[in-house]
Nanobody
Framework: VQLAESGGGLGQAGGSLRLSCAAS????????MGWFRQAPGKEREFVAAIVTRRSDTYTVYSDSRFTISRDNAKNTVYLQMNSLKPEDTAVYYC?????????????????WGQGTQVTVSS
């Protein structure tokens, strides 16, 4: 599975940005798509995940300002970030895995994108 993020860049405090993650390859094996971020000098942290179980889909967020969604036809997952804060500045990564266990742990993800930089100015 290959993942490619896009949509990062410079945002202003209080504004919004939307990130995209296009998946390709053996995506049928993927049950969890997640977003993580890593700021300089900090560990990679969970942002949001969208989980598929049979015909059901549910989402989990670390912050109510963020929304994760998916377009199955495009094999693309989105992260909508609202009310941006300077502390949201980080490299944002898209990740995917088959297992539905503990989708907040970055070490348990099988596939990663290259990351996209988000910088929020005050």
């Amino acid at each position: 599975v290959q993942l490619a993020e896009s949509g990062g860049g410079l945002g202003q405090a209080g504004g919004s940005l939307r990130l995209s993650c296009a998946a390709s390859g053996r995506t049928v094996s993927v049950n969890v798509m997640g977003w993580f971020r890593q700021a300089p000098g900090k560990e990679r942290e969970f942002v949001a995940a969208i989980v598929t179980r049979r015909s059901d889909t549910y989402t989990v967020y670390s912050d109510s300002r963020f929304t994760i969604s998916r377009d199955n036809a495009k094999n693309t997952v989105y992260l909508q970030m609202n009310s941006l804060k300077p502390e949201d500045t980080a490299v944002y990564y898209c990740a995917a895995k088959a297992s539905r266990v503990d989708f907040t742990a970055p070490d348990l993800y099988d596939y990663w994108g290259q990351g996209t930089q988000v910088t929020v100015s005050s």
